[in-house]
């Protein structure tokens, strides 16, 4: 009996063995097969993140030309108002400076004696006044000797 219970045990275990075996020989092919359709699957989404990688990289290109152009009409537009500003300012500097430098030089020339710009002017002024004057008196000098010579 010992015999048959090992023999029929061996039976067992040899039945065992061959489940075993036909499902690790199962196993190993679902593992196959699933690894395989891991590797489709990863070249599948390579394949479309390469396609859709494109269009969204042109997408990106697209904007960035867009904010680029934007960018630079607002650089451009802030520029030039800096610009006259700029220019504004310097032009008002300018015009004080020249003041204050007229001004402090006309003042210096007065305390030495000497005449300024203005005062010239204001002395051609009369210059000229006088000069209509004393016309205006030769003519009238001859309207009379004329008057004289007649009678």
């Given at each position: 009996?010992?015999?048959?219970?090992?023999?029929?045990?061996?039976?067992?275990?040899?039945?065992?063995?061959?489940?075993?075996?036909?499902?690790?020989?199962?196993?190993?092919?679902?593992?196959r097969?699933?690894?395989?359709?891991?590797?489709?699957a990863?070249?599948?989404?390579?394949?479309?993140?390469?396609?859709?990688?494109?269009?969204?990289?042109?997408?990106?290109?697209?904007?960035?030309?867009?904010?680029?152009?934007?960018?630079?009409?607002?650089?451009?537009?802030?520029?030039?108002?800096?610009?006259?500003?700029?220019?504004?300012?310097?032009?008002?500097?300018?015009?004080?400076?020249?003041?204050?430098?007229?001004?402090?030089?006309?003042?210096?020339?007065?305390?030495?004696?000497?005449?300024?710009?203005?005062?010239?002017?204001?002395?051609?002024?009369?210059?000229?006044a006088?000069?209509?004057?004393?016309?205006?008196?030769?003519?009238?000098?001859?309207?009379?000797?004329?008057q004289?010579?007649?009678?």
């Amino acid at each position: 009996m010992d015999n048959n219970n090992e023999h029929g045990s061996t039976k067992k275990e040899n039945g065992s063995t061959q489940l075993k075996s036909k499902s690790q020989r199962k196993s190993t092919l679902d593992f196959r097969k699933y690894t395989k359709q891991i590797w489709l699957a990863g070249l599948g989404a390579f394949s479309r993140a390469e396609e859709e990688g494109n269009k969204m990289f042109d997408s990106l290109v697209k904007v960035g030309e867009e904010l680029e152009s934007r960018t630079v009409e607002l650089t451009d537009q802030t520029v030039t108002k800096v610009a006259e500003k700029t220019k504004e300012s310097v032009t008002d500097t300018k015009d004080k400076v020249e003041k204050l430098l007229d001004h402090g030089v006309s003042t210096s020339l007065n305390k030495i004696g000497l005449a300024t710009a203005k005062d010239l002017q204001h002395l051609e002024g009369l210059i000229l006044a006088l000069t209509n004057k004393v016309d205006a008196l030769v003519e009238e000098n001859k309207k009379l000797n004329a008057q004289l010579e007649k009678k």
